[in-house]
């Protein structure tokens, strides 16, 4: 089951408020997402997100193609409210209003990943 990464960059300093805006996010409606033809696509299994100075990460933990997350979470009502929430303490605004600008910030800022272990890839199996 793989992870991905999104980064944020934002204004350093304000990781409290940062905070506090995640504090009060509202879950998606469904873990469940579809693709392009509206076929299931795959399941958000959990998030995390992450702050230090002025970079934010978000990690994604889910099953599925990774390209229609995006698709779902720019459905969302909760991510637009953080999305606005957050807006004053990015570095670089960008336009995340309808699914296309959702989408490409989404890909531009997905982190490349070198690494990705878990227990169901152990040499010693379980």
């Known amino acids: 089951m793989p992870y991905a990464?999104?980064?944020?960059r934002v204004k350093p300093g304000h990781e409290d408020e940062i905070a506090d805006?995640?504090?009060g996010f509202q879950r998606v409606d469904t873990p469940d997402?579809?693709?392009?033809?509206?076929?299931?696509?795959g399941l958000l299994l959990g998030t995390a997100v992450f702050i230090k100075d002025d970079i934010m990460?978000?990690?994604?933990?889910y099953e599925g193609?990774?390209?229609a997350i995006a698709r779902h979470m720019a459905k969302q009502?909760?991510?637009?409210l953080i999305e606005d929430q957050l807006a004053p303490y990015l570095q670089e605004q960008r336009d995340t209003s309808d699914e296309a600008?959702?989408?490409?910030?989404f890909r531009d800022a997905t982190m490349r990943c070198i690494s990705q272990l878990s227990?169901?890839?152990?040499?010693a199996g379980r």
Request: cysteine-free.
């Open 5 to 8: 990464a999104i980064t944020y």
């Open 21 to 23: 805006i995640f504090a």
């Open 119 to 123: 227990v169901q890839t152990h040499p």
């Open 57 to 61: 990460v978000r990690v994604i933990h």
């Open 65 to 67: 193609d990774f390209a």
């Open 33 to 41: 997402f579809a693709g392009d033809d509206g076929a299931a696509a």
């Open 77 to 80: 009502r909760g991510v637009h």
């Open 101 to 105: 600008g959702f989408g490409r910030y």
